[in-house]
């Protein structure tokens, strides 16, 4: 089971919007509505950002978003805070029963 | 409030089996599904495998062979432990609750880092 893809790094300025994606393929993101997203800062245990694609946790601020087109799926940090500034995971549940993560993407603000 | 506190060696010789334990607070683990993942050093996310409060069992393939995750209710309590290790295995392992209707992991503790070296 390959890990999904993502950029290995986006960056943007306070205040705007990025969008950081995870590529699988139709055995994980595409076969089901169950990606999830965390964020990670050095030295600490992942937080979940995102469930179930789209579904944002209790705590999590509202500039963070989820969405999902064919084998891909995206989040997107809208007015980005230094606070932003993480490694972010992809995490797919896949045909065989298994959860893959992606490659993590490094968020610089 | 939900708490995971990982405990076990933080350094393991090659060949031998890595055993550690997730102690969780604030809640039972029965009725709920419970999962390791690890990270080696500058690395990504790897998901190990998660075991229910009755003791059902999913593992990934690669690690399928040697990895068993069990739970104690008495203790309110689970564990991992990874046979015949390499240094490949060195990473921080983290303990989290799965939740299984959802496909995510929602309460995580703050890892372990074990190496493996002689």
């Known amino acids: 089971q390959s890990a999904l893809t993502q950029p290995a790094s986006v960056s943007g300025s306070p205040g705007q919007s990025i969008t950081i994606s995870c590529t699988g393929t139709s055995s994980d993101v595409g076969a089901y509505n169950y990606v999830s997203w965390y964020q990670q800062h050095p030295g600490k245990a992942p937080k979940l950002m995102i469930s179930e694609v789209t579904d944002r946790p209790s705590g999590v601020s509202n500039r963070f978003s989820g969405s999902k087109s064919g084998n891909t799926a995206s989040l997107t940090i809208s007015g980005l805070q230094a606070e932003d500034e993480a490694d972010y995971y992809c995490n797919s549940y896949t045909t065989t029963n298994t959860y893959v993560f992606g490659t993590g993407t490094k968020v610089t603000v | 409030q939900v708490q995971l506190q990982e405990s076990g060696p933080g350094l393991v010789k090659p060949s031998e089996t890595l055993s550690l334990t997730c102690t969780v607070s604030g809640g039972s683990i029965s009725g709920y599904y419970w999962g390791w993942i690890r990270q080696p050093p500058g690395e990504g996310l790897e998901w190990i495998g998660y075991v229910y409060s009755t003791g059902s069992t999913n593992y990934n393939p690669s690690l399928k062979s040697r990895v068993t995750i069990s739970g104690d209710t008495s203790k309110n309590q689970f564990s991992l432990k990874l046979t015949s290790v390499t240094a490949a295995d060195t990473a921080v392992y983290y303990c989290?609750?799965?939740?299984?209707?959802?496909?995510?992991?929602?309460?995580w503790g703050q890892g372990t880092l074990v190496t493996v070296s002689s």
């Open positions: 989290a609750r799965y939740h299984l209707g959802g496909a995510y992991f929602d309460y």
